[in-house]
Structure formats: C-alpha cells, structure tokens
C-alpha cells in the first residue's frame, strides 16, 4: 500500500543544484525512517541520505555540506536539497521508505518500500 512518487529530477551544470522530492501515500512519514538512495551506471546503489521520527539526519561522506535531506509532516513529502552539484552525482535517485523509527543505516536492505526514481545528470 506504500507509494512512493519521486520529482525534481534534471540536467544541470557542475555547481548548480536541484531539489528533489517524493511524495508518500499509504504511509506516515513523520513515524518511521525514510532515505535517499542513487544507483549510477554499472554501480550497487548506494545510500545518501536519512532522516528518523525525530528529524536527525545521516549523510554519506560523498554529500556532506551539500547535500540536505529534509521533510514536510503536514504535507507528507520528504526532500533532498542538492547544492554544488558534481559529475559524480549523476544516477538515479530513489526514495525509499523503512518501519524502523530511530536506526536508519544507509544501507538498501533496511528499507522496504522504493519508489520508481527520477534522473539526475550533472555535466562537467
């Protein structure tokens, strides 16, 4: 019954930024984990970001300082703010949902409920 709608997707230049979003259905958001994942060409997907019930946050190195995840309660939506913007970062990027509440590892497994993606190209 989760859905998970991800949007913000683009092309843009080295430095600028984008701002991602994803929309939750089925699911509260404000009680339990939720993340962001990318997955690039011939790579494992890898994790970027997290935020708990509480709104503390977990960041891969790779994004720290530029990255920024964040969430609406009252409009059930979860955010990545992507500033400084790198080649490296291009993938797909993938919202995903977990049950747990205070322990979110980046790591895909702990997570159930995936969205669809949205792309996310950054030219040099």
């Known amino acids: 019954q989760v859905q998970l709608v991800e949007s913000g997707g683009g092309s843009v230049q080295a430095g600028g930024s984008l701002r991602l979003s994803c929309a939750a259905s089925?699911?509260?958001?404000?009680?339990?984990?939720m993340g962001w994942f990318r997955q690039a060409p011939g790579k494992e997907r890898e994790g970027v970001a997290a935020i708990d019930m509480y709104r503390s946050t977990k960041y891969a190195d790779s994004v720290k300082g530029r990255f920024t995840i964040s969430k609406d309660n009252a409009k059930n939506t979860l955010y990545l703010q992507m500033n400084s913007l790198k080649p490296e970062d291009t993938a797909i990027y993938y919202c995903?949902?977990?049950?747990?509440?205070?322990?979110?590892?980046?790591?895909?497994?702990?997570?159930?409920?995936w969205g669809q993606g949205t792309q996310v190209t950054v030219s040099s």
């Open positions: 995903a949902a977990t049950s747990h509440r205070n322990y979110c590892p980046l790591v895909p497994s702990y997570f159930n409920s």
């Open positions: 089925g699911y509260t958001i404000s009680y339990y984990c």
